[in-house]
């Protein structure tokens, strides 16, 4: 009885190991720019480079200028004193404009458009730009708050995906005023 018990747990196992083993799972491919919108999202890329509008609701995302940066037409005042906090929120009302000890930044237009956003751009130069925190990837630095250090631990795969998903949507004409670095500060007794 003890030898029939053993033969069939012997072809039993003999059976599973040539046919009942788990086959390998195939990681489903996922569309590229439906991956990069997905980060776009999660990265917060609209809180900056979308303009807000004022809602019924208070301010909500402006949909039809989706990441397009700062409003060109919108005209800062010089920005107030950031006194003892370290940076402040300037341009309440569009989110896209920030002052502190850096100088002044705007969130730049991140659509394809060619002159006015990343239509001339690479993917290389974002990769670097990403990795770097340097506009252009070589270009003058990127200011806060952009969490670029963020950006850099982004895989590869990742930010190539979330340039094809910039690619992707409309081109917005939008030039964003040039970021202003803030002055060096003057030697002593100067």
Same mark, same amino acid.
């Given at each position: 009885?003890?030898?029939? *018990? *053993?033969?069939?747990? /012997? /072809? ?25 919108? %997905?980060?776009?999202? @999660?990265?917060?890329?609209? $809180? ?5 509008? &004022? ?6 995302? $402006?949909?039809?200028? *989706? ?8 005209? &800062? #005042?010089?920005?107030? #004193? ?7 929120? %300037? ?9 502190? #000890?850096?100088?002044?930044? %705007? ?10 956003? *990343? ?9 670097? @730009? ?15 708050? &952009? ?8 895989? $590869?795969? $990742? ?5 094809? %998903? ?25």
């Amino acid at each position: 009885m003890l030898n029939r *018990l *053993l033969s069939l747990v /012997v /072809v039993a196992g003999f059976i599973c190991a040539s046919g009942c083993a788990p086959k390998a799972v195939e990681t489903p491919t996922v569309d590229p720019v439906a991956r990069g919108a %997905y980060l776009s999202i @999660a990265g917060g890329c609209g $809180d900056c480079h979308t303009p807000l509008k &004022m809602s019924p609701q208070g301010p909500a995302p $402006d949909a039809s200028m *989706l990441l397009s940066g700062h409003p060109a037409s919108l005209v &800062m #005042p010089t920005p107030p #004193p950031t006194g003892d906090s370290p940076w402040a929120w %300037y341009g309440a009302i569009t989110s896209t404009a920030f002052a502190g #000890p850096w100088g002044i930044s %705007y969130a730049i237009n991140l659509t394809p458009d060619l002159e006015t956003g *990343l239509g001339k751009w690479s993917e290389t130069q974002f990769v670097q @730009a990403m990795r770097t925190g340097r506009h252009l990837g070589n270009g003058r630095p990127i200011l806060p708050p &952009m969490p670029w250090p963020n950006f850099a631990r982004m895989t $590869d795969a $990742d930010l190539s995906a979330l340039f094809m %998903y910039l690619r992707s949507i409309a081109p917005i004409v939008n030039k964003v005023p040039e970021a202003v670095p803030a002055l060096p500060p003057a030697p002593p007794g100067a």
